[in-house]
Nanobody
Framework: QVQLVESGGGLVQAGGSLRLSCAAS????????MGWFRQAPGKEREFVVA????????YYADSVKGRFTISRDNAKNTVYLQMNSLKPEDTAVYYC???????????WGQGTQVTVSS
């Protein structure tokens, strides 16, 4: 069992930066791939980025490539999402997830709101 808690969301102006954190409880954190997803009002949840259990592989949605960076610290059971050059269209609730592969995500956090003003 893995519990995930996101933090770091907030209100930022376009062009600004935020760093999201996702703290995980459970001894098996390092065995899971981790991902970030987001859901904007009136839209379906969408994939943003994922990282392998070792941190050696990362996968980005085209919409965030070059602006967002995912990383993880297995010693701290934490995954991070550094978001730079934020745009109003990045406004959404951001969720972190843990899974055994990149298709089925077994555990989800409660989400953190990111609002980018123009």
């Amino acid at each position: 069992q893995v519990q995930l808690v996101e933090s770091g969301g907030g209100l930022v102006q376009a062009g600004g930066s935020l760093r999201l954190s996702c703290a995980a409880s459970g001894r098996t954190f390092s065995s899971y791939a981790m991902g970030w997803f987001r859901q904007a009002p009136g839209k379906e949840r969408e994939f943003v980025v994922a990282i392998s259990w070792s941190g050696g592989s990362t996968y980005y949605a085209d919409s965030v490539k070059g602006r967002f960076t995912i990383s993880r610290d297995n010693a701290k059971n934490t995954v991070y999402l550094q978001m730079n050059s934020l745009k109003p269209e990045d406004t959404a609730v951001y969720y972190c997830a843990a899974g055994g592969d990149y298709v089925i995500w077994d555990y989800w956090g409660q989400g953190t709101q990111v609002t980018v003003s123009s």
